[in-house]
């Protein structure tokens, strides 16, 4: 492949090539393409290492966010401070893993 046909393949990171550059194939970095720019042994599925990884800590703080708030609609004043603040500390970590969730496979360009 000719240098040419391999800088358009490739996202510029800082406007010039570096080895952090993303394929517009395979989303993989420069640096993990072999010597002439093949794209490395393609997975049979469309999702990424790290996209799968992110389903993790969003399914879990869907429930999480969801659990605390329906215990807290369902139960409402009728509990004692300390399952207040445990519904709510669920909540708040559901919170929290569904933005690490979201943030987790980085941005596409």
Request: some cysteine.
């Amino acid at each position: 492949m000719s240098s040419i046909s391999a800088a358009r393949r490739f996202q510029t990171w800082v406007g010039q090539p570096s080895n952090l550059d993303r394929c517009q194939r395979c989303h993989r970095p420069r640096s993990a393409h072999g010597p002439d720019w093949t794209c490395p042994a393609a997975t049979s599925d469309q999702w990424s290492p790290p996209d799968r990884l992110a389903v993790v800590p969003l399914t879990a703080g869907i429930v999480l966010t969801l659990t605390g708030l329906i215990l807290r609609l369902v139960f409402g004043s009728s509990v004692s401070p300390g399952e207040a603040a445990f519904m709510a500390d669920g909540f708040l970590l559901g919170a929290v893993l569904i933005v690490a969730g979201v943030m987790l496979p980085g941005r596409r360009r």
